[in-house]
């Protein structure tokens, strides 16, 4: 369907790629429409969109995709939110208290002056307390209410697919379960484990699996209505009254195969604290790509045993460990093309885990095309000028090219000079050769010719043979010859 200029203006004007769940969506989804280039994140696939958001035709529902790399929350309450705004809502919102000024309230900059949960001295959505999702104080209105949660569009966990409408009838209409322990990996996990590809939560207890496509068909709610807690972790959302919060199931696996240019992978059992003794491995294999690099946007391991390592995809070495003790670096490069992400737990101490972003690069060879076309003229125009000046020269000329795609090396003066040398004895000693040649032939007839015939009434040495065995040449000085002796 057709976009209004706005909007379109809107999404094309953002700085990061954002990338949504193509899977997820059918071909009349708003957010498929903008997807131009296709990534597959292990058995999902991903297409690249710009940052912002973009209305329904017929409802003004937001539907804002997730963006691994401009995402500002990776965690599912957003208690690492760290942005900037400043009011409950984008839309006709509720300004936000400065925390250094709600003296009268449990948080605030007196009572937590290290910037414990982001406080500060601004006004700035937080969540210090870790509520379901971030919240600020507000000016004390008639009712009694003073703090609210904060509608943030671009706090979303990458795999948290939004909050949905349920008029009666579910958005995921495969199998479902209730329970009064519901997480939302608990449900995540049933739910993966009956292969389906999406979990949602309504209520606080009550779970969804399926694999619809169109399980916004609905309708799109505000995220803050999807903030009745989980019965079984009062810190995470699960749903609500007649909404249902969505994930995709690949979240929280242990181990899988992602081959996206960019990606986030998360701990075993996400976003609830890892379980024990888990063994798990994620292989990042981009064909083609220079680098990787790794930005843990989330790491909390309580001890030395509990670890993640980075290894080289084909010799498996380690090239990196990480634990309690000693946490990975805000970002860091390997150069490699297949890389695998491993991670260990032992039986004691479990905590929160890691979220990673990882982003793949590949070097860039392109050449300007007039800047090569214009080499390859040279080329042809410095060959057809040797051919010229080699027809009307009897210099023997040498010509060193390159390709057109390296740069032509220049040689040294030294080097033209050792080569001028080494043409030079190379043709004395040919001529030498054919000289020596001359001489010995011309010596070799006048040999001969001496020892068959005589000169000035000296007898033939055939002759003397005959009577004396042997003979001397007449005149052996007379060709610089020691006397010879014949049998």
């Given at each position: 369907?057709?976009?209004?200029?706005?909007?379109?203006?809107?999404?094309?004007?953002?700085?990061?790629?954002?990338?949504?769940?193509?899977?997820l969506y059918s071909a009349s989804h708003p957010?498929?429409?903008?997807?131009?280039?296709?990534?597959?994140?292990?058995?999902?696939?991903?297409?690249?969109?710009?940052?912002?958001?973009?209305?329904?035709?017929?409802?003004?529902?937001?539907?804002?995709?997730?963006?691994?790399?401009?995402?500002?929350?990776?965690?599912?309450?957003?208690?690492?939110?760290?942005?900037?705004?400043?009011?409950?809502?984008?839309?006709?919102?509720?300004?936000?208290?400065?925390?250094?000024?709600?003296?009268q309230h449990p948080y605030n900059t007196l009572?937590?002056?290290?910037?414990?949960?982001?406080?500060?001295?601004?006004?700035?959505?937080?969540?210090?307390?870790?509520?379901?999702?971030?919240?600020?104080?507000?000016?004390?209105?008639?009712?009694?209410?003073?703090?609210?949660?904060?509608?943030?569009?671009?706090?979303?966990?990458?795999?948290?697919?939004?909050?949905?409408?349920?008029?009666?009838?579910?958005?995921?209409?495969?199998?479902?379960?209730?329970?009064?322990?519901?997480?939302?990996?608990?449900?995540?996990?049933?739910?993966?484990?009956?292969?389906?590809?999406?979990?949602?939560?309504?209520?606080?207890?009550a779970c969804f699996c399926g694999n619809n496509?169109?399980?916004?068909?609905?309708?799109?709610?505000?995220?803050?209505?999807?903030?009745?807690?989980?019965?079984?972790?009062?810190?995470?959302?699960?749903?609500?009254?007649?909404?249902?919060?969505?994930?995709?199931?690949?979240?929280?696996?242990?181990?899988?195969?992602?081959?996206?240019?960019?990606?986030?992978?998360?701990?075993?059992?996400?976003?609830?604290?890892?379980?024990?003794?888990?063994?798990?491995?994620?292989?990042?294999?981009?064909?083609?790509?220079?680098?990787?690099?790794?930005?843990?946007?989330?790491?909390?391991?309580?001890?030395?045993?509990?670890?993640?390592?980075?290894?080289?995809?084909?010799?498996?070495?380690?090239?990196?460990?990480?634990?309690?003790?000693?946490?990975?670096?805000?970002?860091?490069?390997?150069?490699?093309?297949?890389?695998?992400?491993?991670?260990?737990?032992?039986?004691?101490?479990?905590?929160?885990?890691?979220?990673?972003?990882?982003?793949?690069?590949?070097?860039?060879?392109?050449?300007?095309?007039?800047?090569?076309?214009?080499?390859?003229?040279?080329?042809?125009?410095?060959?057809?000028?040797?051919?010229?000046?080699?027809?009307?020269?009897?210099?023997?000329?040498?010509?060193?090219?390159?390709?057109?795609?390296?740069?032509?090396?220049?040689?040294?003066?030294?080097?033209?000079?050792?080569?001028?040398?080494?043409?030079?004895?190379?043709?004395?000693?040919?001529?030498?050769?054919?000289?020596?040649?001359?001489?010995?032939?011309?010596?070799?007839?006048?040999?001969?010719?001496?020892?068959?015939?005589?000169?000035?009434?000296?007898?033939?040495?055939?002759?003397?043979?005959?009577?004396?065995?042997?003979?001397?040449?007449?005149?052996?000085?007379?060709?610089?010859?020691?006397?010879?002796?014949?049998?």
């Amino acid at each position: 369907m057709e976009r209004p200029a706005a909007t379109v203006a809107l999404a094309l004007s953002g700085l990061a790629l954002t990338f949504c769940f193509e899977r997820l969506y059918s071909a009349s989804h708003p957010c498929s429409e903008w997807g131009n280039t296709l990534f597959r994140l292990n058995t999902a696939f991903l297409t690249t969109l710009r940052d912002g958001e973009v209305f329904n035709e017929d409802t003004s529902a937001q539907h804002t995709c997730t963006s691994a790399q401009g995402a500002e929350c990776y965690t599912a309450n957003g208690a690492d939110y760290r942005g900037t705004q400043n009011q409950t809502s984008l839309h006709a919102g509720r300004p936000c208290l400065f925390w250094n000024e709600t003296f009268q309230h449990p948080y605030n900059t007196l009572k937590y002056p290290n910037g414990e949960g982001g406080l500060g001295e601004h006004n700035y959505c937080r969540n210090p307390d870790g509520d379901v999702s971030p919240w600020c104080y507000i000016a004390e209105s008639e009712d009694g209410v003073y703090w609210k949660y904060c509608e943030i569009p671009s706090c979303r966990m990458p795999g948290n697919l939004g909050c949905y409408k349920d008029y009666g009838d579910p958005p995921l209409t495969g199998i479902s379960e209730t329970s009064n322990k519901l997480t939302i990996q608990t449900c995540i996990s049933f739910c993966r484990n009956q292969q389906f590809k999406f979990a949602g939560m309504e209520s606080g207890y009550a779970c969804f699996c399926g694999n619809n496509p169109d399980y916004w068909r609905y309708g799109e709610a505000v995220s803050t209505e999807c903030n009745s807690v989980c019965f079984g972790d009062h810190t995470q959302p699960c749903g609500g009254d007649g909404r249902v919060i969505l994930f995709d199931t690949l979240i929280g696996a242990c181990g899988g195969n992602y081959t996206s240019p960019t990606s986030v992978i998360y701990s075993p059992d996400f976003p609830d604290t890892y379980a024990t003794g888990r063994v798990c491995y994620w292989t990042i294999q981009i064909p083609g790509a220079s680098q990787i690099q790794f930005n843990f946007t989330l790491f909390d391991i309580k001890d030395s045993t509990d670890m993640v390592e980075v290894l080289d995809g084909y010799t498996y070495h380690v090239l990196a460990r990480f634990d309690g003790r000693n946490r990975p670096p805000i970002s860091f490069n390997v150069s490699l093309d297949f890389v695998i992400l491993y991670f260990f737990s032992d039986q004691i101490n479990q905590a929160q885990g890691f979220a990673v972003v990882y982003r793949a690069t590949k070097e860039k060879l392109q050449q300007d095309i007039t800047t090569v076309n214009q080499k390859f003229t040279e080329v042809i125009t410095e060959q057809a000028n040797l051919r010229i000046n080699a027809a009307q020269s009897s210099k023997i000329l040498y010509v060193i090219t390159t390709s057109p795609s390296h740069p032509t090396s220049i040689m040294s003066e030294w080097t033209v000079y050792g080569l001028t040398a080494l043409l030079i004895i190379t043709v004395s000693a040919i001529l030498a050769k054919i000289l020596l040649h001359f001489i010995m032939k011309i010596w070799t007839d006048r040999f001969w010719s001496s020892m068959v015939h005589t000169r000035h009434g000296k007898t033939s040495c055939y002759n003397h043979f005959e009577v004396s065995g042997a003979c001397q040449l007449s005149h052996p000085s007379k060709y610089g010859l020691k006397p010879l002796r014949l049998k």
